[in-house]
């Protein structure tokens, strides 16, 4: 059962749910809390010609990455980030969130910007029990064109839905999270050993 705008409105009163800093209530729509894009950037260097074969070892993978150029850029919330058609970029959002153990987030796009060829997360729009930290962001330019990203707007929506129970694994106790208290862009950890 995903949580109404008023259900959010008292989950954030209680402080089961926890957004930082909390949200004003003209951001909370039916089923949705609204959160606003960062100003950190990581990009990936285009002139990078490996291959990442996901099918070997940690290690084999983990060597690839570390040859990878990559730059992480902050920008002020006057200036734009330039996102060109077919780029990938890692994004943060200006929230901080805290999900309680018995309930599980959702990360969604804007229609507004998936229609103007916007995508805001390739695969990972779950926010496990237990998790805390910034929302990376994975965007996509999957348009033709370029599209001007300011720091402070509007980028995404959460929704939370309630478990039928408490986990008893939540993401801050797992062995090996490897994003958990994320404050920062950080690009991705397949090289970590979680056993």
Known sequence: ??????????????????????????????????????????????????SIDLSKSRDEISKVLKRMVHQKEVISNTNVFLLKPNMFVLAITVEKITIPNNLVGWLDGRSSLARLGLMIHATSHRIDPGWEGNIVLEFFNSSNITLS?????????????????????????????????????IISRIDQDLI
């Not at 705008?5 to 749910?17: F, G, H, N, P, R």
């Not at 478990?163 to 958990?180: D, E, Q």
């Open 149 to 185: 990203l300011r720091p402070g707007m509007l980028i995404a929506a959460l929704s939370f839905e309630i478990l039928s129970s408490v986990a008893i694994r939540p993401y801050n106790v797992r062995k090996g999270a490897k994003y958990c208290k994320q404050e920062k862009v």
């Open 1 to 50: 059962m995903r949580l109404s705008d008023q259900d959010i409105e008292l989950w954030i009163k209680d402080k089961k749910l926890i957004i930082e800093p909390v949200p004003d209530k003209s951001l909370i729509h039916g089923v949705t809390v609204d959160v606003r894009l960062g100003n950190e950037f990581y990009t990936f260097c285009n002139n990078f010609n490996e």
